[in-house]
């Protein structure tokens, strides 16, 4: 524990003075009995997490400042998930981040007989064998978050997700670390996607995305047609249909990918780093909509709307019986480039 913060000890009573961790559970309407984790790391930093809804980040404040988009439809309890078609979308409350999976993701369709929704379902399960504990790791506190998704039924999968995260004691950023394992005793095809969101003030006109890429392609013809300002933030308008842009991620060395969003005017910003070999595929979400702003930044482990049967890079990763899948990715909240 290094001097500056053991001389903090000598001015509190308790360490949420330094390094806030507090659960509650939301009441009225949607969002009636949805618990809640927050943590503020004595630095620039808070965060909210829902347990009740795939751990997933509802909200990310850096210096005061939201930066990631929230939708109309707010907090919504796991029961009230929709799974025919895009009804999904009035469970999507956009957060910092949503998770995609674990059987499908992308755009509705009907595999065999079942239909699947809008991006799966794992994003409205509730977790299990939560826990949450602030311990001193190192010189200084630290914050862990963790809990367990099942995605399971019988004649079907029997997949779990671990998540979880940590953070620093004084530093801006999210570690989060996820385990997908398979318990069935056949193998198990899976897909998985990070829908990361930004939103105001972090992302408003003249706010810059550095994403370096191979190849970039449009999804639907109305993003081909606005093709040259992929990377260009405008001020909200409407209509706005919203374009989708494929990129290739260049890697370095090691195999890092990393994209940076950054508003210059503001001081704030987001650079995210994550493996590209794991996570090889990579959307462009672009909704600069009136009162339906948001960016969307998303890792993937196949491509959107996969598997398409025999289409290059469009098969879903298997699990074997017993085996596990872990993904890592990190957020670090700055103010300078």
Request: with cysteine; net charge negative.
């Amino acid at each position: 524990m290094d001097g500056a913060y053991q001389e903090k000890l000598e001015y509190i009573g308790d360490l949420n003075q330094l390094m806030t961790l507090k659960e509650s559970v939301l009441t009225e309407g949607f969002q009636d009995g949805v618990r809640m984790i927050e943590i503020a790391n004595g630095g620039n930093l808070s965060v909210t997490i829902l347990p009740g809804r795939c751990m997933d980040l509802y909200q990310v404040r850096y210096k005061g400042k939201s930066m990631n988009y929230l939708a109309p439809c707010g907090i919504r309890a796991p029961e009230y998930y929709d799974a025919r078609g895009t009804q999904w979308l009035r469970s999507f409350f956009v957060g910092m981040l949503t998770t995609c999976g674990l059987q499908h993701f992308g755009n509705p369709k009907v595999i065999n007989g079942e239909e699947l929704g809008l991006h799966g379902r794992i994003s409205n399960t509730p977790a299990e064998n939560i826990r949450y504990e602030r311990v001193v790791k190192g010189q200084s506190p630290t914050v862990t978050v963790e809990g367990t998704m099942r995605e399971g039924r019988i004649f079907g999968e029997n997949l779990t997700l671990h998540r979880k995260y940590e953070f620093g004691y004084e530093d801006d950023s999210i570690s989060i670390t996820d385990t997908i394992t398979n318990h069935g005793f056949g193998d198990r095809p899976f897909v998985y996607a990070y829908h990361l969101n930004y939103g105001y003030p972090l992302l408003e006109e003249g706010t810059k995305l550095f994403l370096d890429t191979l190849e970039t392609k449009p999804r639907e013809e109305n993003a081909a047609k606005y093709f040259a300002t992929w990377k260009k933030i405008e001020a909200p308008q409407y209509p706005y249909p919203e374009r989708c842009y494929f990129h290739q991620v260049k890697r370095d060395p090691q195999g890092i990918c990393q994209y940076t969003l950054f508003n210059e005017k503001r001081k704030l910003g987001a650079r995210v780093r994550y493996s590209g070999i794991d996570l090889p595929f990579f959307c462009e979400w672009k909704m600069l909509g009136k009162g339906e702003y948001v960016m969307g930044l998303e890792p993937m482990n196949i491509f959107l709307d996969g598997p398409k049967i025999g289409e290059e890079g469009c098969t879903a990763p298997i699990l074997g019986p017993g085996e596990s899948k872990t993904y890592r990715i990190r957020i670090d909240f700055i103010d300078q480039l």
